[in-house]
Nanobody, 128 residues
Framework: QVQLVESGGGSVQAGGSLRLSCAAS????????MGWFRQAPGKEREGVATIYSGGTTYRYYAGSVKARFTISQDKLKNTVYLQMNSLNPEDTGMYYC????????????????????WGQGTQVTVSS
């Protein structure tokens, strides 16, 4: 019943920016964790950024994107965003939005197998 729909992907030159959006619907209560994950051809899916909202908001980032990406949310619209700046070719991949009510404490916020609901993905391609 929970549905996540991503948008905002596209092609951009190195150094450019993109903003991804994830619209959530079909649940009575907002998930505590909303995350962005990506997968490049031939590689495992990896966590990019996650936002936790349980009264106090916490943000988690993969080390490779921490200085360049920002995750945020619009609670009224049930939408999570990923602002991506200073993109490089290594950021190329399919980006997925995911949600979970709870995750494991030991780094679980960025583990794909901790998340229950997934969107269809949006492609991000960064050229040199």
């Amino acid at each position: 019943q929970v549905q996540l729909v991503e948008s905002g992907g596209g092609s951009v030159q190195a150094g450019g920016s993109l903003r991804l959006s994830c619209a959530a619907s079909g649940y009575t209560g907002r998930p505590y964790y909303m995350g962005w994950f990506r997968q490049a051809p031939g590689k495992e899916r990896e966590g990019v950024a996650t936002i936790y909202s349980g009264g106090t908001t916490y943000r988690y980032y993969a080390g490779s994107v921490k200085a360049r990406f920002t995750i945020s949310q619009d609670k009224l619209k049930n939408t999570v965003y990923l602002q991506m700046n200073s993109l490089n070719p290594e950021d190329t991949g399919m980006y997925y939005c995911a949600a979970a009510a709870a995750v494991s404490l030991g780094g679980g916020v960025l583990k794909p197998n901790e998340y229950t609901y997934w969107g269809q993905g949006t492609q991000v391609t960064v050229s040199s």
